[in-house]
T-cell receptor, first 114, second 112 residues
């Protein structure tokens, strides 16, 4: 058990809808990262937050947004969903903003857009 | 641009048959190279971090090594429970972020 908790585990929704994915980092970790994993793309970095502030941005679509709250949990909001957004979404956490320490991953949320 | 390439894409071994997985990388300034194991439907599980060329790390039947351009994950006498996808990732020291750039992974199947 990595200590990173993601909810829900599964999400099925229709095109055009909006969903929110939630992540609680490991105790003591201040950084939260969001990744998308699809069969043809592998693990793609979306965004990082450190202690409530955006730290780095990757290949995140404008329809997607994220935030980290004062209690350090994070939410990833996906709107105007398309079929191609179906994927596994992982959250990971680490202690610092840019340390050479490993990221610890949750077990992901599987999103299916129909 | 940072890039990580893993080979082979898939590997089938008999139990006890040792082999190696390769990870080639291009990065501005390597802060760390990471190996993860991922089981189906689960998140990646951290295995090793390597920081400089010549470094080696071991854990049970796994041994990771690092050169200036690539890393190898050696699997000695594998067992069926070693079957998983192995992911390699790099952390770029020239960027002020802890994000990891991942390769596509090598899916290992070990048959009894």
């Amino acid at each position: 058990d990595s200590g990173v908790t993601q909810t829900p585990k599964h999400l099925i929704t229709a095109t055009g809808q909006r969903v929110t994915l939630r992540c609680s980092p490991r105790s003591g970790d201040l950084s939260v990262y969001w990744y998308q994993q699809s069969l043809d793309q592998g693990l793609q970095f979306l965004i990082q937050y450190y202690n409530g502030e955006e730290r780095a941005k990757g290949n995140i679509l404008e329809r997607f947004s994220a935030q980290q709250f004062p209690d350090l949990h994070s939410e990833l909001n996906l709107s105007s969903l398309e079929l191609g957004d179906s994927a596994l979404y992982f959250c990971a956490s680490s202690q610092g903003p840019a340390y050479n320490s490993p990221l610890h991953f949750g077990n992901g949320t599987r999103l299916t857009v129909t | 641009e940072d890039q990580v390439t893993q080979s082979p894409e898939a590997l089938r071994l008999q139990e006890g048959e040792s082999s190696s997985l390769n990870c080639s990388y291009t990065v501005s300034g390597l802060r760390g190279l990471f190996w993860y194991r991922q089981d189906p439907g689960k998140g990646p599980e951290f295995l090793f971090t390597l920081y400089s060329a010549g470094e080696e790390k071991e854990k049970e039947r796994l041994k990771a090594t690092l050169t200036k351009k690539e890393s190898f994950l050696h699997i000695t006498a594998p067992k069926p429970e070693d079957s998983a996808t192995y992911l390699c990732a790099v952390q770029d020291g020239s960027s002020n972020t802890g994000k990891l750039i991942f390769g596509q992974g090598t899916t290992l199947q070990v048959k009894p």
